[in-house]
């Protein structure tokens, strides 16, 4: 157990839909990173937060959407989905920026 | 533009081996390089990490190398197990005061470990 929990395991919803996938961090990582995995490929880097301010940010779409709260939790919004945002979307988290972060079991999406 | 690349996509190694799996990054900004292990349904689990100013680190049966002048590093997992049949990502990440840190994984190596 790496200790960042991920809300739902899995979720399934049709084209056009928004959802919102959570993230708890470790107790005391202040760093939250968003992370998807489409079907055989690797680990594409979303967006990253810390102490609730965004730090980095990769390819993520314009439809998507994250923060994190003053309690360290972060959420991930997806909106107007379609059929290729289906994935798993892992959150980590890591004490301070730059070292090595544990991730969460992650959330299925599935669009239908 | 893949900064991280993982040129093997699987590999199969006897039980009592050596597993070695590779990697080569392209950026040259990165100073901090890990190894996670991947289970199918499950989040990728740190394993090992070392840092830009060495060029070894070891942790048990698992010991990663960097050239930083090849931009090479690799992980060897001596001796294998079968439990340790699993996909592994290698990633390397840049720290930037005013871009913040994020880890740029290669794609995976399927490691098969035979009875």
């Known amino acids: 157990d790496s200790g960042v929990t991920q809300t739902p395991k899995h979720l399934i919803t049709a084209t056009g839909q928004r959802v919102t996938l959570r993230c708890s961090p470790r107790?005391?990582?202040?760093?939250v990173y968003w992370y998807q995995q489409s079907l055989d490929q690797g680990l594409q880097f979303l967006i990253q937060?810390?102490?609730?301010?965004?730090?980095a940010k990769g390819n993520i779409l314009e439809r998507f959407s994250a923060q994190q709260f003053p309690d360290l939790h972060s959420e991930l919004n997806l909106s107007s989905l379609e059929l290729g945002d289906s994935a798993l979307y892992f959150c980590?988290?890591?004490?301070?920026?730059?070292?090595?972060?544990?991730f969460g079991q992650g959330t299925r999406l599935t669009v239908v | 533009d893949q900064q991280v690349k993982q040129n093997s996509p699987s590999l199969s190694v006897q039980e009592g081996r050596i597993s070695i799996l590779n990697c080569d990054y392209t950026?040259?900004?990165?100073?901090?390089f890990l190894w996670y292990k991947k289970y199918p349904a499950e989040g990728p689990t740190f394993l090992i990490s070392?840092?830009?100013?060495?060029d070894k680190n070891e942790d048990g049966r698992f010991t990663v190398f960097l050239n930083k002048s090849a931009k090479h590093l690799s992980l060897h997992i001596v001796p294998s197990q079968p439990g340790d049949s699993a996909v592994y990502f290698c990633?390397?990440?840049?720290?930037?005061?005013?871009?913040?840190?994020?880890?740029?994984f290669g794609e995976g190596t399927q490691l098969t470990v035979n009875p």
């Open positions: 980590a988290s890591s004490v301070r920026t730059g070292t090595e972060a544990f």
């Open positions: 107790s005391g990582d202040l760093s």
């Open positions: 937060y810390y102490n609730g301010e965004e730090r």
């Open positions: 950026n040259s900004m990165f100073d901090y």
């Open positions: 070392i840092s830009s100013i060495k």
């Open positions: 990633a390397a990440s840049a720290w930037g005061e005013t871009s913040g840190s994020r880890l740029t």
